[in-house]
């Protein structure tokens, strides 16, 4: 259920990102046959030890990162930096003819883009724009062509563009969690973040967390 297996470094504290390596998915199939495919949305993170990790394994690894320097970068033989980042619109027509290069996209426009039809590890950590891009994968039936999911959520506040009361926040964070599931998504690992602050909506929670790192297989990925 992590990369550890896979690569030399194997250190014993519970990791955030993990990949479910079960047969009946056929992730570890992919990373064998060099045909695997990652796709890891960021914002500025210095940390990049899964994505070296599953590079190093066999992955063709894309991170789209808006703060490198130059629109595309191959760092090593697998690992590829594109500097865009995922939004759950595409820019306005009118900002994107003002900006030659605009370098903010919908992930269903990245993929058309890319000519890539399948994603078979979806990573993200999004600051809190997770909830909406989230939303669009699942309005624009983007998640068929998703392997597995793995992604930092945030508690603290209800996110980019979230707005009501407390119990509306919390039904539409459900109602995605639960469209997930009902579209072949289980949850194989979770990860609580405990050196986040003990938030929930602005209000403190004993033993809680503000950020947790959930992550899904398709079970219907072919």
Not at 212 to 220: A, D, E, F, K, P
Request: glycine share 4%; net charge neutral; charged share 25%.
């Amino acid at each position: 259920m992590s990369t550890d297996s896979l690569a030399t470094d194997s250190s014993p504290a519970k990791k955030p990102w993990s990949v479910c390596l079960d047969d009946r998915f056929g992730l570890a199939h992919q990373i064998r046959s060099k045909q695997c495919r990652l796709y890891s949305l960021g914002l500025g993170s210095d940390d990049t030890q899964f994505e070296v990790s599953m590079a190093n394994s066999g992955c063709e690894v894309h991170r789209f990162d808006p703060s490198v320097k130059s629109a595309h970068i191959l760092e090593s033989q697998r690992l590829w930096y594109h500097r865009l980042s995922v939004d759950w619109r595409d820019p306005h027509p009118a900002v994107a003819a003002q900006k030659l290069h605009s370098n903010t996209r919908k992930l269903g426009t990245i993929l058309n883009e890319f000519g890539h039809h399948k994603i078979d590890v979806l990573k993200a950590d999004l600051e809190s724009a997770e909830w909406k891009v989230l939303e669009n994968l699942i309005l624009e039936d983007v998640l068929e062509q998703i392997g597995q999911l793995t992604f930092e959520i945030h508690l603290h506040w209800p996110g980019f563009e979230v707005s009501g009361g407390d119990s509306s926040v919390v039904r539409f964070w459900y109602s995605l969690l639960k469209e997930l599931e009902l579209k072949g998504f289980r949850l194989f690992h979770s990860y609580k973040d405990l050196s986040k602050p003990q938030l929930f909506l602005k209000k403190d929670i004993f033993n809680a967390s503000s950020c947790y790192t959930l992550s899904w297989v398709n079970t219907r990925w072919t």
